[in-house]
Structures are given as structure tokens and as C-alpha cells.
């Protein structure tokens, strides 16, 4: 078979291993330029750029022959799927959500429900073992999600048995965390589960506003608190927090960093902050992203790391795996076995890109549903702003471990250390539990 030909849902084996290559940012500091390459962490001097923002060519060719940037190896095929299509909750900010609640509740018409079956937890390991034999890589990542995907733990539970013996190397789990007790969070945990992501609106009072029990349109945020602490003291897993910030909640989110250091282990959590755009089902995001709130993402994220949690190093932009391999390398699974690209279209007819009886369909009839549209010019600019700061805070405290090292006074790229595992691309803003960073 040749490298290029199609099987039964995927690309068949290349005897190079596969790469993945991300892109580079350009950040000014307050000393100079930042070079976020995929591969390293550059603090470089003022005269490195200039006032756009464009490299000096000489410069650029010292960043390329550093190895700054460039391809870097992939290790392991990302598979997500979604146990559950189905959610307790009525966020009407759900990209899930096909419109608002008519009758303006907690209820707002959502995808096709469905839960997979074992069988289909069972052919979709099986489907992604064979794309990873394709791709020459022998592990695993594990994405559960959703809807909300402990509405089905048995689904939870037999991709993490069928996936184990797979080449398992991580497991992770995005969930509301309204049914996380400490038992099934210790089941999941022994079953290979090791973090879990859970999303925020706020305090109680701005939470509660939101993220609402679809059956009855109660509040949740006393209940995931509880769920949250419990589960944390029963297991060794770790947390990612995702803070939603709107209109609603941005004057209470010092606060709620304050609560939430009560009731976890700040080190084993770490903070994001995300804006929630309008998803045109219902919600609108009017804050606007300005200076001030530039200074308000900075001192959130500061005050969560002077509480000992986590925050995201800023790092180059790292392409979606599936979606920009087309499935080669990672692929969505729904529910009842359909194929995606992106788990904001799963569950979406007119995005399907298979199923794992068919395989991928022909590429001509799916070549506009593997990748988004990204993030807008608005939005990068605004992340870029607040990385930008994040990366001088994180420098000037003592937290970028090798510290970079300061800029060469003729302006030259000097070249740092890495300063730990390149990361997912920063919050990217876009609603819903299981949606994009
Ligand atoms: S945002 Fe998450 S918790 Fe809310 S309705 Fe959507 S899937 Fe459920």
C-alpha cells in the first residue's frame, strides 16, 4: 500500500514518523520580544522586531538555526469521544444547543440525544488503534466528553478497560462536575482517568445565573463546590479549571479564586479564563476587550498563581491534532459512532466526516470539516495582549523555570531553555463544556 492511499478510514503508514507543526507568536515584553517558538521559549531584544511586530530577517534566521521552531515529533493519536450526547444542565450558551429555549427557561432544544453503547466503545478503540498502527504511534490520549459524559459512566468506564491495554498514556475528562461523586471519581481514576476539566461561571451568585439544571433551572454552583472537594481529597486527580468571564461575573473572580483555594489543592489545579463569545443561540458576551480588561485577565491569573495554583504557561499556537491531520492523527467519535472533526460540530449532521463502520468518507465531500475558522483577528489580538503580560508576570516572579535569559544588548535572539513541555494553545474563547481552549 502506498503512503497515500485511503483504508478503511484513514492514511495509510508513512515510514517517516509523524510531525506536528504549530505557529509561532511574537509577544513585545516589557523588555523587548518574546518568541514563542514551537520548540522553545526566546527572550529576545528590542531591536529584534520592529514597531509592527515584524522579525529582523537576521534574527529570524538565528531563531531557525537554534531550532526554536520547527516540526515537532508526535507521540500519541488523540482520540475524543463523546459518551453521552445528552446534558443535566440548560447553559444557554451551549454550542450544543440548536436555539434558545422557546419559553426563555432551562431548556433549549439541543444535538440528537444519544449514549454510546459498549459495543461502540469497543469499535471506537478498535478504530483508533488501527489509525494509530497507520501512523506507526503505539499511544493514546483519551479525551471523555460530551454532553455531559458522566450522565453515562458505564461508557466512561469501558473506553477507559478498552483503551488501557491500547497504548493508554493519558486520560482526561471535561464534565460539569454536578455527578462527580468520590466514588466514581475513584473508580475512573483507577481505571487510567487523570484529570478533569470543569467549567465556571463565577461565584455562586453569577454561576448560578448560567449554569442551571435543565430539569428545573436550579443552580449548580453549591454542588459542584461540594462535588469538587470531595472528589479532589478521595483521588490523586488533577483539575483544570476554566473560568468563564462575561459581563456577568468579571467583578467576582477574585473571589472566587479565594473560594476555590479552600476547597482544592491549588497545586494540583490549574486556572484558565476564557471569554465567552455569543454563540448566536441565546447569549451575548458585551464585554469589551480593552486595555482594562487585558489588566483584569493579568490580575486574575496572578492572583491565582500567588494562591499556589496553576496557570498556563503561553506557548505557539499547536494546530487541533485531528483536525489538522485530516483524522490521521486524532479523530472525534460521537456518541452513536459518527465521525468529527471537532467536537464543537459533533452531533451536527451536515459535519459528520464518517462513522466507524464507513470510515472516513471521500475527502472531497469533507474537505471544509476538519478545521474551524480559528479565532478572530479581535480575539488573538486580545490573547496575544494578555499573553504577552502573562509571560513578563511569569518572568519578573521567578516562575518561568530555567528563567529565560535577558535579552542580548545588540539585539540578537538569545536563545533560552526550554521552560517545559510546550502547551495547548492558550484559552481561545468559545462556550460550552466540551469546546475549544
Ligand atoms: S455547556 Fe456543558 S454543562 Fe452546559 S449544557 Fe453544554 S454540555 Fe451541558
Not at 33 to 50: E, I, K, M, N, T
Not at 158 to 170: H, I, K, M, N, V
Not at 377 to 399: K, M
Amino acid at each position: 500500500m502506498s503512503s497515500t492511499q485511503q483504508s478503511g478510514g484513514g492514511t495509510a503508514t508513512s515510514a517517516v514518523p509523524p510531525t506536528s507543526t504549530s505557529t509561532p507568536r511574537l509577544l513585545p515584553s516589557a523588555s523587548g520580544w518574546w518568541y514563542l517558538g514551537g520548540r522553545r521559549l526566546v527572550l529576545l531584544g528590542p531591536a529584534a522586531a520592529d514597531a509592527a511586530g515584524r522579525l529582523d530577517p537576521a534574527v529570524e534566521r538565528q531563531l531557525l538555526a537554534t531550532g526554536a521552531h520547527g516540526p515537532t515529533p508526535v507521540r500519541a493519536y488523540a482520540l475524543t469521544a463523546l459518551t453521552t450526547t445528552a446534558c443535566n444542565l440548560g447553559c444557554a450558551y451551549c454550542f450544543q444547543n440548536t436555539g434558545p429555549d422557546p419559553r426563555g427557561g432551562s431548556q433549549p432544544p439541543r444535538i440528537d440525544g444519544s449514549a454510546m453503547s459498549r459495543q461502540t466503545a469497543r469499535e471506537t478503540v478498535e478504530f483508533a488503534a488501527a489509525r494509530m498502527a497507520e501512523a506507526g504511534l503505539d499511544a493514546l490520549d483519551l479525551h471523555l466528553s460530551g454532553g455531559e459524559p458522566l450522565l453515562n459512566p458505564a461508557g466512561c468506564r469501558d473506553l477507559l478497560e478498552f483503551a488501557g491495554p491500547r497504548g493508554l498514556r493519558s486520560a482526561r475528562l471535561t464534565s460539569n462536575g454536578t455527578l462527580l461523586t468520590p466514588t466514581l471519581a475513584g473508580e475512573l481514576a483507577g481505571a487510567g482517568l487523570r484529570s478533569v476539566r470543569i467549567t465556571l461561571d463565577g461565584r455562586r451568585e453569577e454561576h448560578d445565573l448560567i449554569r442551571v439544571r435543565r430539569s428545573g433551572g436550579e443552580g449548580t454552583f453549591d454542588v459542584l463546590m461540594a462535588r469538587l472537594a470531595k472528589a479532589s481529597a478521595a483521588t490523586e486527580l488533577r483539575w483544570e479549571l476554566r473560568v468563564n468571564v462575561s459581563q456577568h461575573n468579571r467583578d467576582g473572580l477574585h473571589a472566587l479564586l479565594d473560594q476555590l483555594a479552600e476547597r482544592v489543592d491549588p497545586d494540583r489545579c490549574q486556572i484558565m479564563f476564557a471569554l465567552v463569545n455569543d454563540t448566536g443561540v441565546g447569549y451575548r458576551n458585551t464585554l469589551a476587550r480593552d486595555a482594562d480588561l487585558v489588566d483584569r485577565f493579568v490580575g486574575w491569573l496572578g492572583h491565582a498563581a500567588e494562591r499556589g495554583f496553576r496557570i498556563r504557561r503561553p506557548a505557539a499556537t499547536r494546530p487541533d491534532l485531528g483536525g489538522s491531520s485530516r483524522g490521521r492523527l486524532g479523530v472525534v467519535v460521537s456518541a452513536d459512532g459518527t465521525l468529527y472533526g471537532r467536537v464543537e460540530t459533533a452531533g451536527r449532521p451536515d459535519a459528520a466526516v464518517g462513522t466507524l463502520h464507513t470510515g472516513y468518507r471521500p475527502e472531497a465531500e469533507i474537505a471544509g470539516r476538519w478545521r474551524g475558522a480559528g479565532p478572530d483577528p479581535a480575539l488573538r489580538a486580545f490573547r496575544d495582549a494578555v499573553d504577552a503580560r502573562v509571560l513578563d508576570f511569569l518572568h519578573a516572579t521567578g516562575r518561568l523555570d530555567p528563567p529565560a535569559q535577558l535579552p542580548d544588548p545588540t539585539g540578537s535572539a538569545t536563545p533560552a531553555k526550554p521552560v517545559g513541555p510546550v502547551g495547548p494553545a492558550p484559552a481561545a474563547g468559545l462556550s460550552a463544556c466540551g469546546g475549544r481552549r
